[in-house]
């Protein structure tokens, strides 16, 4: 099932540009925001970043995609510029799911691909069970779609996300934010996450920061740190799986997610089963870390335009997007 990725072409996204606008659109709590690539009227393909990142992170993936395609990338709320949640409400992965479907809904969307990274991609595979009419293709990248958790450790998982909420209200959530120079953000970024190479951190310390008298905050809600109370067993996500109806691309990273963090022996296989009701699977792997979309955009950008050009939207069995 699970190949390396030899003898493609290559691209060069240093020489790559393309138009681009910010997305806005209103939600019941203030507003969620995004990148908007292409023509009004192109192929809809939405991309949903992971865990604490943002829209950034697909800045220099994007440019070496299809020109005449839309993609608009979005910064889940709590990210990036986007509105965090109301107060003593959790981030979970229902209520992305629920940001997605509003943001599809003000798009005018009726069937689209959605690329997601690690936590995106988990979105994306519940979104699209839930919604398989909407959803052509969906491409995972370094991800199987799901992080699945022990059954015997649900509970603690709930009963820990709801202690720490308690906690935060009760003293973090009057703290003010730490103000660094750009230098100094840059460097905490890149701690944070040493994979990312200083030209990717600053890709995503453009959305996610903002600029305060003294310097920049940075953006993101503290409360995306807790723990998600909304987590799956692996039998609850191969049965969400197994309602996906669209064709399905994983794209793994020899040096990624799973390198870092081990899964039980058998899980990878029994997700990779879950999928076997989608129109097509295929897996494949490629030479990068867990943000190689990022920082090697050209290993992964002739995978998902070769996947998604197999089978065009317009051809028979395949709707086509309401713009």
């Given at each position: 099932?699970?190949?390396?990725?030899?003898?493609?072409?290559?691209?060069?996204?240093?020489?790559?540009?393309?138009?681009?606008?910010?997305?806005?659109?209103?939600?019941?709590?203030?507003?969620?925001?995004?990148?908007?690539?292409?023509?009004?009227?192109?192929?809809?393909?939405?991309?949903?970043?992971?865990?604490?990142?943002?829209?950034?992170?697909?800045?220099?993936?994007?440019?070496?995609?299809?020109?005449?395609?839309?993609?608009?990338?979005?910064?889940?709320?709590?990210?990036?510029?986007?509105?965090?949640?109301?107060?003593?409400?959790?981030?979970?992965?229902?209520?992305?799911?629920?940001?997605?479907?509003?943001i599809v809904q003000a798009l005018q969307w009726e069937r689209f691909t959605i690329i997601g990274h690690s936590m995106g991609a988990n979105v994306a595979t519940v979104f699209s069970a839930l919604f398989p009419e909407m959803v052509e293709a969906v491409v995972?990248?370094?991800?199987?779609?799901?992080?699945?958790?022990?059954?015997?450790?649900?509970?603690?998982?709930?009963?820990?996300?709801?202690?720490?909420?308690?906690?935060?209200?009760?003293?973090?959530?009057?703290?003010?934010?730490?103000?660094?120079?750009?230098?100094?953000?840059?460097?905490?970024l890149m701690a944070a996450n040493p994979v990312l190479t200083e030209h990717s951190a600053q890709n995503l310390l453009e959305r996610g920061s903002i600029e305060v008298e003294g310097g920049l905050v940075f953006s993101r809600d503290f409360r995306i740190n807790?723990?998600?109370?909304?987590?799956?067993?692996?039998?609850?996500?191969?049965?969400?799986?197994?309602?996906?109806?669209?064709?399905?691309?994983?794209?793994?990273?020899?040096?990624?997610?799973?390198?870092?963090?081990?899964?039980?022996?058998?899980?990878?296989?029994?997700?990779?089963?879950?999928?076997?009701?989608?129109?097509?699977?295929?897996?494949?792997?490629?030479?990068?870390?867990?943000?190689?979309?990022?920082?090697?955009?050209?290993?992964?950008?002739?995978?998902?335009?070769?996947?998604?050009?197999?089978?065009?939207?317009?051809?028979?069995?395949?709707?086509?997007?309401?713009?």
């Amino acid at each position: 099932m699970n190949r390396i990725l030899k003898g493609v072409r290559t691209f060069s996204a240093a020489t790559m540009t393309r138009a681009v606008s910010e997305f806005r659109t209103p939600v019941p709590w203030g507003e969620v925001r995004g990148r908007d690539w292409g023509p009004k009227d192109g192929r809809p393909v939405l991309c949903i970043h992971g865990w604490a990142d943002n829209a950034g992170t697909f800045n220099t993936l994007i440019p070496l995609l299809p020109q005449d395609w839309r993609f608009v990338a979005v910064d889940l709320p709590g990210h990036g510029l986007s509105s965090p949640r109301p107060p003593g409400v959790f981030y979970t992965f229902p209520s992305y799911v629920a940001d997605v479907r509003r943001i599809v809904q003000a798009l005018q969307w009726e069937r689209f691909t959605i690329i997601g990274h690690s936590m995106g991609a988990n979105v994306a595979t519940v979104f699209s069970a839930l919604f398989p009419e909407m959803v052509e293709a969906v491409v995972l990248l370094d991800s199987y779609g799901s992080m699945p958790t022990e059954s015997k450790n649900l509970v603690k998982n709930l009963r820990n996300g709801v202690e720490e909420m308690i906690e935060y209200e009760r003293n973090g959530n009057g703290k003010k934010e730490k103000i660094y120079t750009r230098e100094k953000a840059l460097e905490r970024l890149m701690a944070a996450n040493p994979v990312l190479t200083e030209h990717s951190a600053q890709n995503l310390l453009e959305r996610g920061s903002i600029e305060v008298e003294g310097g920049l905050v940075f953006s993101r809600d503290f409360r995306i740190n807790l723990t998600n109370i909304s987590r799956f067993s692996l039998e609850q996500s191969v049965a969400i799986f197994s309602q996906i109806q669209a064709r399905v691309l994983i794209v793994l990273a020899e040096n990624g997610l799973y390198k870092t963090y081990s899964i039980p022996e058998g899980y990878a296989e029994a997700l990779e089963k879950g999928f076997e009701n989608t129109r097509q699977f295929k897996e494949v792997t490629v030479s990068g870390d867990h943000h190689v979309h990022l920082n090697n955009p050209e290993n992964v950008a002739p995978v998902i335009i070769e996947f998604l050009q197999s089978v065009g939207p317009e051809e028979p069995g395949n709707a086509t997007a309401k713009l």
